[in-house]
């Protein structure tokens, strides 16, 4: 295989590890706990800066590029400041954001938080480099490795594969745990849980938190691939890709999430970079997001489970007394005690 | 000229558009129950045949009245064609928001891809200005503002002391009740779905024609503003918005004063307040309340 095809092969097993690290992250939020992350591509967008800034060292002022926070720090740890600091800046929109009772009207809230967010990005260019944004992100062990570009991208491709499998070793046990079960519960029916003392604010607040530092670790894992940033290329239609790709997925389901960031982040967006370029610059765009509406329209109507429907689960157990109890007592129970 | 007056005016242009804007989508809500994240989109649509109409030669009033039908229609088409089957299956309101989500990317992508991304400007959004009280002001933006009012004049009217308003008000409250009392929910819906759609329509064209150009994207740029007036005064509620459209319109002009950029972080800011003090909006109904009577 010409370097050319293997370097364009690893870019899309990058592209789709970080795709499936943040399709998981949503899953947890909307498909599990049900909470409408709209300001989804706002973490990841903040973790590809804080992967970018915490590795290119402090910011002198006088180069072409001016932000804040900068830091020359080794390997993982920007990837897991990225993930804390995603989390604390999920928790502090969740601190007004998820206070509504109604889902569909904390979404809006956070609509509003992340369209916003990209306006001071791109108005106040001393904090981020505004438009700009940042670049020549030095890669993780790229220089002590001295590899080629392609031995280097598999090596990267290693370490995005092992970040994915330690995500999905975390997002299983959150699922398949009593609290992936009361997240259930919260997202099929808040008031029955509150009536059983969940405080269901707090519940959503843990999933956002959770959910807000896995899409930062998406994004720092992507800056540091690409080497550069900016926020126009993580606008607010981004996060309706992620969506789209969860809904046809399938909501609710890991596997699902990931076949989701496989076909619509990869496949579909992919296959389009093989099409004859026809009319004026934009329409082929335009033609691919009306499809894309087209295309979730249809599968919330004909199939809104998704492609992989999430996996019915047996709830009472024989014999396991306190980890099989049905869901209601078995989540009143928990909350009690926690 | 003293800075302080010029920006009211201004305000008093932006919270007429946002009246508008708000209202409607905030009756749309009351009734339907759905956030309208299309809402925008059709903004957008009914200024484009709003200045289509104007280009061939109709007139800027007739123009209105195109945009406002224009409104109405798609609203309406959008409600009984997408909405109402999915509702009718089952799909929950939280998912509800996913489906206008979808039809906002269609219609948006739908207009560039009809009639491309450029810029275009309404004639009439130059003119002479006229000095009043220390404001400057457009005869077309004064014209914006007694649209506006005349608009919140008649909905409240018609609120208040018609039979429709009534069933509106009975439907939005409770529909299952409204319907057992012999309202036929389903036209009553419909006609909010009209209604809201021409105060839509109305806000995209005073909007297009209050900003020196426009594009595809500019109703959907607006909504975030709409929403955050419709969220300050309670969704669902009419007057909560129009409160909520004054105090966002103004607030966001005055601090224009200090930092033109920041004018939306202003509304954001105002929003995150209300929502700290009071999580349901200004209005005293709360959500719970409202998704409760909506079963």
Known sequence: MSSAYQYYLLTLLVFFGVNTIACWSLNLQYGVGGVMNFAFIMFQSFGAYLGGVLTLGPSTGASFQQYILGANLPFPLPWLLAALGGGALAWAVGSFALRPARRDFQAMVMLVVSIIASTLVLTEASWFNGQNGIAVVPKPFESRLGLGEVQYGWFYVGMTAIAVLGVYWLVHRVTSSPWGRRLRAMREHPQALASLGVNVRAESMKVYVLGGALASLSGAILVQFIGAWSPGSWSTGETFLYFVAVIVGGAGNNFGAMLGAALVLGVFEESLRYLPSFGYAGLAESIQFMLLGVLILGFLWFRPAGLVPERRRRLARRGAADSGNPLPTGAGQQAAGS | ?295
Not at chain 2, 52 to 61: M, N, P, Q, V
Not at chain 2, 113 to 129: C, L
């Open chain 2, 1 to 295: 000229m003293n800075q302080f007056t010029l920006a009211i005016g201004f305000g008093l242009v932006t919270s007429a558009i946002l009246a508008l804007g708000a209202v409607g989508f905030t009756l749309q809500f009351g009734v339907s129950n759905i956030f309208n994240l299309a809402y925008g989109d059709v903004m957008t649509v009914s200024a484009f045949t709003a200045y289509l109409a104007d280009s061939s030669g109709t007139g800027i009033w007739l123009a209105m009245l195109v945009g406002a039908a224009t409104g109405a229609v798609v609203s309406v088409a959008m409600s009984t064609l997408i909405f109402a089957p999915f509702l009718r299956r089952g799909t929950s309101r939280f998912t509800m928001v996913m489906v206008s989500l979808a039809l906002a990317v269609i219609v948006q992508n739908a207009i560039q891809a009809v009639a491309g991304a450029g810029f275009r400007s309404f004639p009439e959004s130059q003119g002479t200005s006229l000095h009043l009280l220390g404001m400057i002001l457009t005869p077309f933006q004064l014209v914006i503002i007694g649209v506006a009012a005349a608009s919140m004049l008649l909905l409240h009217l018609l609120l208040r002391y018609t039979r429709v308003g009534k069933a509106l008000r009975a439907t939005a409250a409770d529909p299952e009740l409204a319907r057992s009392s012999g309202i036929a929910t389903e036209r009553v819906t419909a006609a909010a779905w009209a209604i809201s759609g021409a105060l839509c329509g109305l806000g995209g064209v005073t909007l297009a024609l209050n900003l020196a150009s426009f594009d595809f994207t500019f109703g959907n740029q607006f909504l975030l503003i709409v929403v955050a007036a419709a969220v300050f005064g309670s969704v669902g509620q009419p007057y909560g918005a129009m409160v909520g459209a004054v105090v966002i319109g103004m607030a966001s002009e005055l601090a224009a004063i200090w930092t033109p950029a920041l004018k939306q972080v202003v509304a954001f800011v105002i929003l995150a307040l209300i929502l700290l003090i009071r999580p349901a909006g200004l209005w005293r109904k709360s959500f719970v309340q409202v998704d409760l009577a909506a079963r």
